[in-house]
């Protein structure tokens, strides 16, 4: 899978965990998931490379623990594994 393929999977992904998807122009540099009255909302800057917008979903996505117990693409899994952060 592409870059890109990958970071359409995670886009689904979030919005099966019922995480809103914007894409956004945030200077290059923003993105990220936040909760906004209630709703989690995952922004993707749009002026940011593939890379970045890939790099800013699987981190989102890696909080998310129910992932765990959910059978996913190599090329998904790994992208989110790689942002998992140990506590």
């Given at each position: 899978?592409?870059?890109?393929e990958?970071?359409?999977?995670?886009?689904?992904?979030?919005?099966?965990?019922?995480?809103?998807?914007?894409r956004?122009?945030?200077?290059?540099?923003?993105?990220?998931l936040?909760?906004?009255?209630?709703?989690?909302?995952?922004?993707?800057?749009?002026?940011?490379?593939?890379?970045?917008?890939?790099?800013?979903?699987?981190?989102?996505?890696?909080?998310?623990?129910q992932?765990?117990?959910?059978?996913?693409?190599p090329?998904?899994?790994?992208?989110?594994?790689?942002?998992?952060?140990t506590?």
């Amino acid at each position: 899978m592409d870059t890109d393929e990958v970071l359409e999977t995670l886009c689904d992904l979030a919005q099966q965990l019922d995480v809103e998807v914007r894409r956004v122009p945030l200077g290059g540099e923003g993105g990220g998931l936040c909760n906004l009255r209630g709703r989690q909302i995952l922004f993707l800057d749009t002026l940011a490379s593939p890379t970045e917008q890939l790099a800013q979903a699987a981190a989102a996505l890696a909080r998310f623990e129910q992932l765990q117990a959910t059978y996913l693409l190599p090329a998904v899994r790994e992208a989110i594994d790689h942002y998992k952060t140990t506590p």
